[in-house]
Every structure is written in C-alpha cells, then in structure tokens.
C-alpha cells in the first residue's frame, strides 16, 4: 500500500468512526471538493462532512476498494443511511478520485449516481425527476443553503 493509499484507507476509517478531527488532518489547507452536489473549498469541506455526520446519525461507512491509477488514488466506498429530509433509507455506492500536495489530499471528486441516489432519497419525486438537471439544481441549491446556514451556525 503507497502512502497515499494509507492516508486515504485513514480518511475512511476517521469517517466510517465519525472522528473529523482525523479527517480534517488528512486535508491540505486549500483543497477542493466536488461531487453531483457539492463544489466547495476549505473550510467548507469539513463542514460538509461534519453536518453530513452530525444529521446522519444511523450512518454507515463501508471502504470497499482503495487503488492507484494513472498517478492519482482512487476509493470506492458506500454510504448507508436515512435520508433526514424524507426518511427514506439510501445506499449510495461513491467513486472518489484524490490528488495530492504535501501529502494531503489537495482534490477530491467523487462519482456516484445522481439519479440512483435520488430514486432512493427522494423517493417519487427522485425516480419521475432525478434525471432532469431542475431537480439536480433544485437539490445542490437546498444542500448549499443547509451547509451555509450550517456553517454560520458552527461560528457562533
């Protein structure tokens, strides 16, 4: 296992325990977040991985593959919890891709099913409109107002 295939392996481990003290080590001070949802920076990663935490409470962190290709570290891990907004139960199978700068990670985008995942948390509304990039922008929208209200709230 590459070092970076180690911090990596410890990210998930901190996540899987909810410990983001750990997970926030494992970031460089500039780094950048992107998935379906989210295109964020430092500190608004931690903060989205904090209220994710927090408003998950039956979360389960699942590492399923940990890999190099073509000089950057690929994960591939599951996510299994209770959408809060609906109740519904989801299982969301992600790809993330990671670079690196002082050993840190620097970037990540993760990958997963947009539709897939809306079809499980939204529920109807997810399987008739999880295609469409209305809905796509309509969830990133309402994600974004929770992490900023959030994160607001986090500074007080």
């Not at 379906?36 to 903060?47: A, G, S, T, V």
């Amino acid at each position: 296992m590459t070092t970076q295939e180690e911090l990596i392996t410890n990210f998930y481990h901190a996540f899987a325990q909810k410990d983001t003290q750990s997970m926030e080590a494992c970031y460089h001070s500039k780094a950048t977040f992107k998935d379906p949802i989210f295109y964020l920076k430092q500190p608004f990663i931690m903060d989205m991985w904090r209220m994710l935490i927090e408003r998950g409470s039956d979360m389960k962190i699942e590492l399923l593959k940990v890999r190099t290709h073509k000089n950057k570290v690929e994960a591939t891990w599951r996510a299994s919890y209770t959408f809060g907004s609906t109740g519904l139960p989801v299982v969301n199978t992600i790809t993330s891709t990671f670079s690196f700068s002082e050993n840190k990670i620097y970037q990540q985008h993760d990958h997963f099913n947009f539709y897939k995942w809306a079809s499980q948390s939204l529920g109807l509304k997810g399987k008739l409109l999880g295609w469409t990039s209305f809905l796509q922008n309509s969830v990133r929208k309402q994600a974004m107002q929770r992490l900023e209200s959030y994160s607001k709230q986090s500074l007080e």
